[in-house]
């Protein structure tokens, strides 16, 4: 691949540090978490336990369709972060957001997910640590530390797992306190990365309490430089004219800084109490996590010059939107691609001119205000800015649990599990990647948790039955406040940019269930199952709008007489989920299965309203799934194969039917509460069908050597649409998801008499999808295979361990993400190459 003629550009993303750092005490990225390293070669191929069904069961047992990863696999595909474990798991994608998303994550199972971090609109996929459920998606792409083990359920978990596991549920289950042992280990590698972690797990009273103090520091530099376009094109008319100011220090290689980078740190403490031969054992643990990393990795792919086929006259945006700073908006700001100006200077992938600056301008002297605007609306002549967004994606969290076993008798317990979180986040963007002001924000998420659940299991007539009851209670509050600055609108008058405000709402939501689960072993190969849970919510969300300075409001899509800012919107619903299946042991070690279940994803309230007239609530997303599959071992036990096959009813799909261009403040339609074109409303848009297959098998043909793989098909289609002006078609698929997913890896371990020596190679292919619902070939994301390799050495004694690894091995240049608009096109791009030697000490 060609690389930037930038001095030292090339240099920097291949960079390794030289040197180590002291030990740093950390954890939980809101939270993090840090698995004490195991053995690579560790046979996941073995009976694991899991508690899918909130009772500790084989997974082969399990009537369910679920990937249980260990820590130690983990380690050895170098997974860091828990968007890294949807590369192995069949139709699960986790990505991090593109910016101007804030810290968030998009999260899809079999096409059933959310992406929206807005904290009116729930998740789809429910995350869990330690059974504790974790409310939004922001903050959510958790660092993976002191994990025993994740469990990823795929399907509607409405009667296990609950709260907005509608498409599935994402369990994390960290390390308890054993008494002895710990671990310090080093990375250092490409990007100047210097990763620590380091454990220590020790008695504090004999026989019955155990303490563990886990910390991890992760650090390396960002692979998306940006540069000043002025210093860089310091003859364009536009740079010598002052409409472009230069940014860049002098010597600095015109340099402005970097995307996508990694700082944080976290620390968790936590305590178990099981004294010997006693029915009672009390898990506690505490975490913080600081985490001040720069916006995701961004750049402009096209922009409208490039949308009208390579036309040569400079493009602006005339006719919808004021040239705000008198620049047009072409392909000079595209560094890099088919859409790069031949006289660009920068010639690399990893390039961005976002400058995340607006200089300010003059509001037209003449340019009128809608008559009613209020008196604290900007006067003409004022000037609006300068602003400068933040370059920041960060997280400040903290949370504190207690989880409660008690053996009541020999066939009856009872689990209490108490969680209280909180953290803030903030984020900034430079949307468009140009040093023109198009779309900056500043955005900052306050949220806080907390929830309780009580189960109470019991085994009955010969541990025959095996019956869960319990209830759950969970309340939450969210603000988010941001500055969002968009200085052209297509709704102001000539030349005044009107489109800037304070975002300043608040979400709270209670949310309480009652629920049960009965499995059945009618006979030692027969077992019959079901669940019913009844959940009632309710959310309200409080809007605020003002202008820059903070007093008053005046937007100009808001109606003056009765504005958005005071006004509460309501969203109130019980909805009920039920589970049936059954499941037959053909031999000990083939289990077919098939089930039926149901789940949701919570409504809401249209959280971006231009009118009054759209804060309104939209329903609760319902998903009714069948699936069949089987579940067996092979040849000894040295095959596993597991086979799922599912067809889901879609009903009360979440969206915004679309984007449109002119408002008026006039309600369209009695039961559609909005304004021309339902423009940026949230609502239950349709309902859908989806279908596919999963396929997982492991082999172990000879001592040493195995082979894991996995093989998926989403296919997501709409059947019906509420809303006829919609751009949403029936027979077409969401946005964001793709259909055939596959990946595999190979390792084996080689005794050398004074250790083993352990390669292994992950290739992992990850479906392309369409960005948009018209499939806009600009915002069409290509699928992508990616390779990943491990080499690692481990004394015999295992106290010593060195890995090699390599990420991206073969240098593919990929989007995560795109985001497509009349204007531009950006993208995220995937990491690069990046390569890393790593040293554990275990003790």
């Known amino acids: 691949m060609t690389r930037t003629t930038i001095n030292a550009h090339a240099v920097r993303r291949s960079r390794l540090f030289a040197g180590a750092a002291a030990m740093a005490l950390a954890m939980i990225a809101t939270p993090a978490f840090a698995q004490e390293p195991q053995a690579a070669e560790e046979d996941s191929g073995d009976d694991i336990v899991v508690t899918a069904q909130m009772r500790e069961q084989n997974l082969q047992d399990i009537p369910l369709a679920i990937t249980a990863v260990s820590g130690a696999q983990l380690e050895a595909r170098s997974q860091t972060r828990l968007t890294d474990i949807a590369a192995q798991a069949p139709n699960v994608i986790l990505q991090q957001n593109p910016a101007g998303s804030g810290n968030s994550m998009r999260a899809y199972i079999r096409g059933v997910g959310q992406a929206d ?22 903050a959510s792409a958790f660092d993976l530390s002191d994990l025993d083990r994740v469990e990823v359920l795929r399907g509607p978990q409405g009667t296990l797992a609950g709260m907005n596991s509608q498409g599935g549920a994402i369990k994390l289950y960290s390390k308890k306190p054993e ?51 002025a210093c860089i094109n310091p003859t364009d008319p536009d740079v010598v004219a002052g409409r472009l100011p230069r940014l860049a220090a002098v010597g600095n290689d015109c340099k402005l800084g970097e995307l996508g980078d990694q700082k944080m740190y976290a620390i968790r403490g936590s305590l178990r109490l099981a004294p010997t031969g006693s029915p ?47 620049v047009a908006y072409d392909d000079r700001f595209v560094p890099y691609g088919q859409y790069r100006r031949a006289n660009a200077v920068l010639n690399d992938g990893y390039a961005s001119y976002a400058n995340f600056y607006d200089p300010g301008v003059m509001y037209a002297a003449a340019g009128p205000q809608p ?149 059945w072993d009618v006979t030692e190969a027969l077992t019959v199952e079901g669940g019913i849970r009844v959940t009632h919510e309710k959310k309200d969300y409080l809007f605020g709008r003002f202008n820059p300075n903070g007093i008053g409001e005046y937007l100009p899509l808001s109606n003056p007489q009765n504005p958005l800012s005071g006004q509460v919107g309501t969203y109130e619903e019980t909805i009920t989920d039920w589970r049936l299946a059954a499941s037959y042991k053909v031999t000990p070690d083939i289990m077919v299965y098939a089930q039926a279940a149901t789940g949701f994803k919570g409504g809401g309230i249209s959280p971006r309203p231009y009118s009054f007239y759209q804060i309104r609530p939209f329903g609760a997303e319902k998903l009714k799934s069948y699936e069949v599959g089987f579940k067996a071992d092979f040849l000894d036990r040295k095959v596993r194969l597991n086979v799922t096959g599912f067809y889901m009813d879609y009903i009360g799909y979440q969206g915004v039917p679309q984007v449109c261009i002119g408002l ?16 940026g409303q949230y609502l239950n848009i349709g309902d859908a069908e989806v279908k596919g297959f999963e396929l997982e098998t492991f082999i172990k043909p000879v001592p040493g050597l195995q082979i894991d793989g996995s093989w998926s098909l989403t296919d997501f289609k709409f059947t019906s649409i509420n809303y006829p002006t919609t751009s949403i078609v029936v027979g077409a698929s969401r946005p964001g998801i793709g259909k055939w997913k596959w990946s595999y890896g190979i390792q084996y371990e080689a005794d050398l008499g004074f250790g083993t020596l352990t390669p292994r190679v992950d290739i992992n292919n ?28 481990q004394t015999i004694d295992k106290d010593w361990k060195v890995s090699l690894e390599a990420t991206n091995l073969f240098e593919k240049y990929y989007y995560l993400n795109k985001f497509q608009n009349a204007f531009y096109t950006t993208g995220q791009p995937g990491r690069p190459r990046e390569i890393a030697v790593s040293v554990n000490r275990r003790f």
Not at 461 to 480: E, K, N, Q
């Open 117 to 138: 971090q807005s904290p009116s609109v729930e998740p789809g996929v429910g995350i869990y640590i330690d059974d504790i459920y974790f409310g939004t998606v922001t």
């Open 179 to 229: 008494g002895e042992g710990g671990f310090v280990e080093v990375s250092l590698g490409s990007l100047n990365r210097r990763d620590i972690k380091a454990s220590a797990d020790f008695t504090v009273v004999p026989d019955a309490l155990y303490a563990r103090i886990t910390g991890v520091t992760r650090n390396r530099d960002g692979y998306v430089t940006r540069y000043d376009y």
């Open 371 to 519: 008559a009613g605007a209020p008196p604290s609306a900007i006067p003409a002549g004022a000037k609006l800015g300068p602003f400068i967004a933040p370059s920041a994606n960060q997280v400040d969290g903290w949370g504190v649990s207690a989880i409660v076993d008690y053996e009541l008798s020999p066939n009856l317990s009872l689990k209490s599990i108490t969680g209280y979180r909180k953290y803030f986040s903030q984020s900034g963007s430079d949307n468009d990647n140009s040093p023109v002001v198009f779309i900056q924000d500043n955005s900052k998420f306050t949220h806080r948790q907390f929830s309780q659940e009580l189960r109470l299991s019991a085994n009955l007539i010969d541990d025959s039955v095996h019956v869960t009851v319990g209830g759950y209670y969970y309340d939450a509050d969210t603000r988010y406040d941001a500055r969002i600055h968009t200085p052209f609108s297509g709704f102001c008058a000539a030349a005044t940019p009107c489109f800037s405000f304070i975002n300043d709402d608040t979400s709270s939501l209670t949310s309480y269930a009652g629920f049960g689960n009965v499995a």
């Open 280 to 326: 009672l054992e009390i898990n506690v643990s505490a975490d913080y996590t600081k985490d001040t990393s720069s916006t995701q990795a961004s750049v402009l792919i096209a922009s409208a010059e490039s949308a009208s086929k390579g036309t040569a006259a400079p493009v602006n945006r005339s006719g919808f939107s004021v040239p705000y700073q008198g």
């Open 766 to 793: 990850t479906p392309g999808y369409c960005g948009d619902f018209l499939c806009s070939p600009n915002a069409k994301v290509e699928k992508y295979t990616i390779v990943n390799a491990r080499l690692t050495f």
């Open 664 to 679: 008026d403040n006039q309600p369209l339609h009695p039961d559609r509460g909005g304004v021309s074109g339902l423009c």
